[in-house]
C-alpha cells in the first residue's frame, strides 16, 4: 500500500516562500516519477510540476515557471516543491502524486497513488 503524506503548506504573504514536502512509503520511491498538482476552490485539480525518478528532467505548468522548483531525495523517499514569489491565485490544496512509469508526465493520467494534500494560502 503507497501512502503518500504532504507537509509544509500554511498561510503566506503574496511575494513569500513556502516549501512543500511529501514523503512516500514505499521503497520504490526511487523507480518512478513524481509531480505536484493543485485544487482551487471550485476549480478542477491542474498539474504544476513533474520529476523524472532520477531527478534530472522537470516539468512545470506555465504559470509556476521561474517560481517554483521540484526536486526530490531518493535516499529519503522524499518530493519537495520550493514555491518562491507566491502569488494569491497559487491558493489551493497542493497534492503528491506518485507515478506509474520513470516519465514526468503533465497529466493525472501518469499517476496513480494520491496524498491528502496539503493547504496553501496566499494572502495579498
Known amino acids: 500500500q503507497v501512502q503518500l503524506a504532504e507537509s509544509g503548506g500554511g498561510l503566506v504573504q503574496a511575494g513569500g516562500s513556502l516549501r512543500l514536502s511529501c514523503v512516500d512509503s514505499k521503497s520504490t520511491f526511487s523507480d518512478v516519477a513524481m509531480a505536484w498538482f493543485r485544487q482551487a476552490p471550485g476549480q478542477a485539480r491542474e498539474f504544476v510540476a513533474a520529476?523524472?525518478?532520477?531527478?534530472?528532467?522537470?516539468n512545470y505548468a506555465d504559470s509556476v515557471k521561474g517560481r517554483f522548483t521540484i526536486s526530490r531525495d531518493n535516499a529519503k523517499n522524499s518530493l519537495y516543491l520550493q514555491m518562491n514569489m507566491l502569488k494569491p491565485e497559487d491558493t489551493a490544496i497542493y497534492y503528491c502524486?506518485?507515478?506509474?512509469?520513470?516519465?514526468?508526465?503533465?497529466?493525472?493520467?501518469?499517476?496513480?497513488?494520491w496524498g491528502q494534500g496539503t493547504q496553501v494560502n496566499v494572502s495579498s
Open positions: 520529476i523524472s525518478w532520477s531527478g534530472d528532467k522537470a
Open positions: 502524486a506518485r507515478g506509474w512509469t520513470t516519465i514526468p508526465h503533465t497529466t493525472e493520467g501518469g499517476y496513480d497513488h
